[in-house]
Every structure is written in structure tokens, then in C-alpha cells.
């Protein structure tokens, strides 16, 4: 009897916090959506594609400043969530770390602005987005998915996006202003961060007390190659629109932006879907291999078909989604097709994310480190021999096969895992 009534409270405690982790994130996924029509009717579909351009380049060094917290910082802090001492240990260290890795990320940044003429005629631009970077120092969200504090998360999105996307339709009024819309998210995203931090510190009376250097370093040391692995991810998700850019301008690249907008929303949802499991598959695996294997498989079923239903409504509807951009009848008649197969690259996410998820609970790490790699070169390569030839078809199919690629290696790493009883 008791049994019972504690296992129903878990479940609707989970329901319960499914329920406001997803409307939070609602705001997360659409807040792109919301914001580029507005962008594209005032700077231009040029303007769009320097927007995107530059968040691109502020995604590659969140991610050296994130330095896999938000991977195994979570599962460290879910498997020590009774801890309150340990707790305190591991945020006091992962800030410090990350403000340690932002002045390098910094360093490099600056350094390539100024440079670099591809990125020196539009400095502003970059130099504004680094306000991206700093924020995510202070973003404790990783640290809260390990605790299952996810009304905290979900307010923290909600409150952040939604100031975004006021400054946003207030203040981008002039062709030149896109050189504010990634300062505008980078401003708003520091500010509730910074909030967050406050309030877990007042919640579990946390002291701020500097780590010691030496386990910097270690920490530093021992998720180099893992870190690497990252860069390595984020090159192959940036490097198209990076490279349609540099060698197709930044009209075509606006055009890219728009495909990438759906590939990046159905991206994201998949990842915090994911991530809302992450901590609880993590535990059961511990505890039980064969149980958080079935939790692994249920919950991925479940997001592949989400996104299946997502994916066939904007197929039917591809040309009213296209209008919703503002572009002209020419652009969608150019578009139409193209922007149908794409819709491919984002179907084959729902199986690569959740494989590469499972990868990380069975802590096969050194595989995906070289899968990541071998990709990305792959990716890469196909882009620089073809797209001159081929243009933002080359970039779509060169998506699809890394994409084929992945769920390949994966498959393969975790065949045996992936043949147990469902």
C-alpha cells in the first residue's frame, strides 16, 4: 500500500514537472521562430544571415566555456544531490572553471575579430554577440537539471526569452540594428543566469569559496579530449552556415538561416526533451542497466514521434511556413524543394540524439570522441568540394549524410545495448 502511494507521487511528480520543464522550453524553442520575421523585414535577409552568423560563432566558444558541464556536470550533481557540501564543491568549481576558460575563449575571439576581414567588416556585430559567451559563465541550468529543479529552469527561460523578444520588436527598427539582436539575448540570458545562481545560493546557503587550482587543472586535463569531441560537434552544426557565408554571401546564407531555423528548433526541443531524462536514465542505469535501458528507449520513442508529426505538418504546409518568414514568391519558389529535403536532416536527429545520449550513460566516451571527429572532417570536406558547385544543395545533402553517418557508428558502438528486451 505504501509502495503504491509512493510510486504514484513519483509519477506525478515527474507529470508535474514534464508539465512546467515543457512550457518553459516553450518559450526557449520559439523565441527564434518570433523574432526572424521581424529581423528579415527590417535588416533584410542579408542582415538575418549575419544575425545567424554571429550567434554561430558565439555557439562555438559557449562551448568551450561550458566545457561538458552541462554533460557530466549534470550527471555529477544528479548522483550527488543529497550532498549539499558536494553540491556547493561542484557549482563553486564549475563557475570558476568556466570564468578561467571565458577570458581564453575571449582571447581567441577578440583575436580573430580583428584579424580576420571576414569577421573585422563586421566587428560590431561579433564583438556585441560575446555577451552570449559571458552569460552562459552564469548559466546554472545544467546544474538545476541535475536536481530536478525544474520550475527554476522553466522560469529562468520564460522571464530571459521573453525580455529577448521585447528588446527585440522595441528597438530593431533601423536596416543596421541586427548588429544588437545577439546582445539583446546576451543581456537578458546574463541577467536571469546571474538571478538563478542567487537563488540556489540562498537555497542551499551556499559560500562562495575559490576551488583549488590543482583541481581546475584536473578537471581542465581530464575533459580535454571530451571538450575537443565538442568543438568537433559544434564545427559540424555551425560550419554550413559559416562556410555558405564566407563562400556564397550572406543573402544565400540568410536563405540557409531560414532551413536552419526548423533544423535548429527540432534540434533543440529534442535536446531538452532529452535532457529532462538525462539525470533520471543516469540513476536507473547505475542502479539497473536493464531498467534504464527500457526508460532510455520509451522516452526516445516518444521524441521521435513528436518530432515525425512536427516534420509532416511543416512538409504539407512548406510554403506557408516559408511566407512566415517573409520572403518573397521568387525566394519560395527557389526554396520550396530544397527546404522539403531538409526537413530529412532534422527526422534523423530523433534517432542520432537519443543514440548519442546513450553513448554518454554507457560512458563510451572515447568512441564518440573519434566518431564526432571523423564526421565533422566528413562534413566539412563534402561542403568545401561542392558547394561551389552545388550550392545550398551541397550543404542540405552534406547534413543528410553525417547525420546517416552517425546513427551508422552509433548503431554499431551500442548494437548489443540496443537488442536487449524492450
Not at 535577409?45 to 558565439?58: D, H, Q
Not at 578537471?219 to 554550413?240: A, E, G
Not at 542502479?287 to 504539407?316: E, T, V
Request: hydrophobic fraction near 55%; aromatic fraction near 18%; charge should be positive.
Amino acid at each position: 500500500m505504501i509502495k503504491n502511494k509512493l510510486t504514484s507521487f513519483i509519477l506525478n511528480k515527474k507529470k508535474t514537472n514534464f508539465f512546467i520543464y515543457g512550457f518553459g522550453q516553450v518559450f526557449n524553442l520559439l523565441s527564434p521562430l518570433v523574432v526572424a520575421p521581424k529581423i528579415i523585414l527590417i535588416c533584410g535577409e542579408a542582415g538575418f544571415g549575419k544575425v545567424g552568423l554571429a550567434f554561430a560563432f558565439c555557439l562555438f566558444l559557449m562551448l568551450i566555456v561550458d566545457y561538458a558541464f552541462d554533460i557530466k556536470g549534470t550527471k555529477e550533481v544528479s548522483e550527488n544531490r543529497n550532498s549539499s557540501q558536494k553540491l556547493q564543491k561542484i557549482l563553486n568549481t564549475a563557475i570558476f572553471t568556466k570564468l578561467i576558460l571565458f577570458v581564453f575563449a575571449l582571447l581567441i575571439s577578440v583575436a580573430l575579430i580583428f584579424s580576420i576581414d571576414f569577421f573585422n567588416q563586421e566587428r560590431d556585430l561579433f564583438l556585441f554577440a560575446l555577451t552570449i559567451v559571458f552569460a552562459q559563465v552564469f548559466n546554472p541550468v545544467w546544474f538545476l537539471q541535475g536536481i530536478e529543479n525544474f520550475k527554476l529552469v522553466s522560469f529562468l527561460n520564460i522571464f530571459s526569452k521573453t525580455i529577448y523578444v521585447i528588446l527585440v520588436f522595441c528597438l530593431v527598427n533601423h536596416k543596421n540594428d541586427y548588429i544588437y539582436v545577439n546582445f539583446f539575448l546576451g543581456i537578458s540570458s546574463f541577467i536571469f543566469n546571474f538571478f538563478g545562481l542567487l537563488l540556489i545560493k540562498r537555497k542551499y546557503n551556499f559560500q562562495i569559496v575559490l576551488p583549488n587550482y590543482l583541481v581546475v587543472r584536473k578537471i581542465i586535463q581530464n575533459d580535454f579530449s571530451f571538450c575537443v569531441s565538442q568543438l568537433f560537434l559544434s564545427v559540424r552544426q555551425l560550419s554550413p552556415l559559416v562556410l555558405t557565408s564566407f563562400f556564397l554571401g550572406f543573402s544565400i546564407a540568410g536563405q540557409y538561416k531560414i532551413m536552419e531555423q526548423i533544423i535548429s528548433l527540432c534540434r533543440t526541443f529534442l535536446q531538452v526533451f532529452l535532457k529532462f531524462f538525462y539525470s533520471s536514465a543516469c540513476l536507473k542505469y547505475i542502479n539497473n542497466p536493464q531498467n534504464g535501458l527500457m526508460y532510455w528507449k520509451k522516452y526516445s520513442l516518444i521524441s521521435a514521434s513528436i518530432i515525425s508529426f512536427f516534420l509532416l505538418g511543416i512538409f504539407l504546409f512548406s510554403d506557408q511556413v516559408l511566407r512566415f518568414f517573409q520572403l518573397s514568391n521568387t525566394a519560395i519558389f527557389q526554396l520550396s524543394t530544397l527546404f522539403k529535403i531538409s526537413l530529412l536532416v532534422s527526422l534523423l536527429m530523433s534517432v542520432t540524439l537519443p543514440l548519442e545520449q546513450l553513448m554518454f550513460i554507457k560512458e563510451k566516451h572515447a568512441k564518440y570522441i573519434k566518431t564526432t571527429i571523423f564526421v565533422t572532417l566528413v562534413n566539412i570536406a563534402l561542403i568545401v568540394f561542392f558547394v561551389y558547385q552545388f550550392q545550398l544543395k551541397a550543404i542540405v545533402f552534406s547534413l543528410i549524410i553525417a547525420e546517416l553517418l552517425f546513427i551508422l557508428f552509433y548503431y554499431i558502438f551500442t548494437k548489443a545495448t540496443l537488442k536487449s528486451k524492450f
